[in-house]
């Protein structure tokens, strides 16, 4: 070795040759290892200079997996939904319909997402939708970007830059992520004005706010938490005629996206138009059951200023979820919101969740049980309401419920369930019922992982 233990490092072509090596290069391909492996080849070079002992072949082979491992081990997967929470919001929300996914498909190659067939021109993004929209609110114009934070943040900066926008205490919310309504309002350039207190506002709290410099009155619907007891906001409608009486927009953000009905104290689309708001704004992906959106509609003049503001350009919407958007509008247009897997979900009745969790939990045998329990909408939609089920009760043991959520997770596809109290929960209700038969392997297999 002449006295230099690097020299006595495997070459590349040997640690390539690797049967761990060989099995990543096919999973990820040889350029991402083979730049890992020389990366981990410099490492142990430098470790010798230092006086470190000499990696074996099965070493420096491990350090190389284990690092391709933590690149690529976070790409988004499939999973299976057992926790009951429907627009469970690390999991992506509302899953999308089978004509969604469909559509998605179908865009993902070249289409025609400003291409207009008829004319062999350049077409508008996203009028297909827009016009989808219109026709299913009501609304005199509309306006899609790529998420509800983007509709607020383009409304507020073409609308209000350097003028006052008044807000209500109790609606100043973080919607998520650390991101709060102040935050958004000082990224788009304009000043804040506070009335009322968080818990009681008055609609003389607005009429002393305004002023020359007010540009807009906002509304927020403070959807991921309530407040009760002494409480007072003024009604919709009355803040609708301050701002007729004044000349200021109304600008209502709702939040979920719910378009009608009634479901505990989420405000509705159809009720926000029918009391004539100049704006309002709301998500694709909670209630609307679709892909990440943030939805316009409103008064023509107001919807258009906000289409020919460069921040729009900014916040577009990608060709993708336009065409996932379009195929969510139609179902609603249909009338089949059936075909919207949310929908399906909100709609089991704990009866309907019986049967299944019974037929699961005779697959698992005597470690599980059948508890009622309840599941909730999540998603920053109705906080407090409860979702009854019916829950496959697992007993782990002898692996503690940690470990066994755990081996889930490592699962293929991984599942997320609960787990309390040395039990692990599981609540068909957000699980495809075409997946039954898979979870119960999967639930079966991790039963018998130490036996």
Not at 33 to 42: I, N, T
Not at 301 to 328: C, F, G, N, S, Y
Not at 352 to 377: F, Y
């Amino acid at each position: 070795m002449n006295g230099d233990p690097r020299r006595a490092l495997p070459k590349m072509d040997v640690v390539l040759a690797h049967p761990w090596i060989t099995e990543q290069m096919h999973l990820c391909g040889r350029p991402l290892v083979a730049e890992v492996a020389r990366r981990a080849l410099d490492l142990a070079r430098e470790g010798l200079a230092e006086g470190q002992p000499l990696p074996s072949l099965d070493d420096i082979a491990q350090t190389v997996t284990t690092s391709v491992t933590a690149l690529t081990s976070g790409r988004i997967r499939a999973v299976i939904n057992a926790t009951g929470v429907v627009l469970h919001t690390n999991l992506g929300r509302a899953p999308l319909s089978d004509a969604a996914r469909e559509a998605v498909t179908a865009a993902a190659g070249y289409s025609t997402v400003e291409f207009d067939l008829q004319t062999g021109g350049r077409g508008k993004r996203g009028t297909t939708a827009n016009l989808l929209l219109r026709e299913l609110t009501g609304a005199p114009a509309c306006l899609a970007v790529n998420n509800a934070a983007a509709a607020l943040l383009l409304a507020l900066n073409a609308l209000a830059r350097d003028r006052e926008v008044v807000v209500s205490r109790g609606e100043l919310v973080e919607i998520g992520g650390e991101f709060r309504i102040p935050a958004i309002m000082e990224a788009a350039g304009v000043k804040l004005v506070e009335v009322g207190s968080t818990n009681r506002t008055h609609l003389s709290d607005y009429v002393d706010a305004i002023s020359e410099r007010t540009a807009l009155l906002m509304v927020v619907h403070p959807s991921n938490y309530r407040i009760e007891g002494f409480t007072a906001q003024p009604p919709l409608t009355d803040l609708v005629d301050l701002a007729r009486k004044t000349g200021v927009p109304l600008l209502h953000d709702i939040g979920s996206g719910l378009l009608h009905g009634q479901m505990g104290d989420e405000p509705t689309l159809e009720d926000s138009l029918r009391a004539e708001v100049d704006l309002a704004v709301f998500s694709g992906d909670k209630l609307f059951g679709g892909p990440q959106a943030g939805l316009i509609v409103g008064r023509s003049d107001l919807v258009q200023r906000l289409a020919r503001h460069p921040v729009a350009r900014a916040v577009r919407i990608d060709k993708l979820t336009l065409a996932a958007l379009e195929a969510t509008l139609l179902s609603h247009l249909s009338g089949r919101l059936e075909e919207l897997p949310i929908w399906r979900m909100l709609n089991l009745s704990p009866q309907d969740l019986r049967i299944r969790a019974e037929q699961m939990a005779d697959g698992l045998g005597r470690a599980a049980s059948l508890r009622e329990g309840a599941g909730v909408v999540g998603g920053g939609s109705l906080p407090g309401e409860r979702l009854p089920s019916v829950l496959v009760e697992i007993d782990p043991q002898p692996m503690s419920e940690t470990a066994f959520v755990a081996g889930l997770r490592a699962a293929d596809p991984p599942v997320i369930a609960r787990a309390e109290k040395g039990r692990v929960l599981v609540d068909l209700r957000t699980v495809p019922p075409e997946e039954d038969g898979r979870l119960l392997r999967i639930l079966r297999d991790a039963l018998t992982a130490d036996a």
